[in-house]
Nanobody, 123 residues
């Protein structure tokens, strides 16, 4: 069992940066694939990024590639999402997720979810 709590959301201007964090509690955090997803009003949940258990590889959705960077600290049991050059279309609730299996872009492959944190980007 893993409990996930996101933080760091807020209201920013287009072009600004924001860093989201996800704190995990529970056993064996270092064995989980971790992911970030987002959901805007009226839209489906969208894959943002994922990172394998060791942190050696990360993967990104096309809409954020080159702007967002995901990292993890298996000692502190945290994952971060550094978001640069934010755009109004990045506005959404951002969710941290954990998967027991290999990384995936599919939300149904993830076993545990946080409550989400709101990111609003104004033009």
């Amino acid at each position: 069992q893993v409990q996930l709590v996101e933080s760091g959301g807020g209201f920013v201007q287009a072009g600004d940066s924001l860093r989201l964090s996800c704190a995990a509690s529970g056993r064996a955090f270092g064995t989980y694939t971790m992911g970030w997803f987002r959901q805007a009003p009226g839209k489906e949940r969208e894959f943002v990024a994922a990172i394998i258990w060791s942190g050696a590889r990360s993967f990104y959705g096309d809409s954020v590639k080159g702007r967002f960077t995901m990292s993890r600290d298996n000692v502190k049991n945290t994952v971060d999402l550094q978001m640069n050059t934010l755009k109004p279309e990045d506005t959404a609730v951002y969710y941290c997720a954990a998967a027991r299996s290999t990384w995936s872009r599919l939300s149904n492959e993830y076993d545990y979810w946080g409550q989400g944190t709101q990111v609003t980007v104004s033009s």
